[in-house]
């Protein structure tokens, strides 16, 4: 028994390092069959490891999620909310550019009652989302912006400008565009002007 354990760990290890190769080269369209040739498993057998697309994914991007949510907590601390908040989330926009396939597993999360909580929108909000609540506490952004809706706005933005020459310029671009909205004036209550976000 302890000998298939180790034999499906390797397997599963096996599997996980084609696929990450195989979704850079391909995105979130991945062949699992190709996945499986070139690992040298049988179908089943990567099925039994990831029942789903989505759950390959996950698992393709396990360490890069974390290092989004670990990057959320150093930025709690940060003494002023509304540019920390604006930090995370164009780093956000920028790694779901360049991650292929990244953008699209989170389009795949619409808002539900009940969420996983495993579930890499769940665990991206439940390490973000105390930045929007701060931000929101200082009056930096309006009380009903939603964390879903700054998914969104990150994952369309992501989406759009995959297959651009330049996404991350392009992406950037949209991003300071929806940061500073489409007029340039100023004048509105507790409006000031939008700081240059560099890239990170």
């Not at 990567?46 to 698992?59: C, I, K």
């Not at 780093?91 to 009652?113: C, D, K, M, N």
Request: aromatic fraction near 4%.
């Amino acid at each position: 028994m302890t000998g298939h354990r180790a034999d499906a760990r390797r397997n599963y290890q096996r599997i996980l390092a084609v696929a990450e190769a195989e979704v850079a080269a391909h995105g979130a369209e991945a062949s699992l069959e190709q996945i499986a040739r070139t690992a040298g498993v049988g179908s089943a057998t990567v099925r039994r490891h990831f029942p789903t697309r989505r759950a390959l994914l996950e698992a393709v991007f396990q360490e890069r999620i974390e290092a989004l949510c670990e990057h959320a907590r150093r930025l709690s601390a940060a003494e002023d909310g509304r540019a920390a908040l604006l930090e995370w989330l164009h780093a956000f926009v920028l790694y779901a550019v360049s991650a292929r396939g990244f953008a699209h597993i989170l389009s795949y999360e619409p808002p539900t009652e009940e969420p996983s909580p495993d579930s890499c929108g769940s665990r991206i909000e439940t390490a973000a989302t105390p930045l929007l609540q701060r931000a929101i506490r200082d009056k930096a952004v309006a009380p009903h912006v939603t964390f879903h809706d700054l998914l969104t706005l990150a994952v369309g933005i992501a989406l759009a400008t995959e297959h651009h020459t330049d996404p991350d310029a392009q992406a950037g671009r949209l991003f300071r565009l929806a940061v500073e909205g489409l007029s340039p004036a100023r004048g509105a209550a507790g409006d000031g002007d939008v700081p240059a976000l560099r890239q990170p």
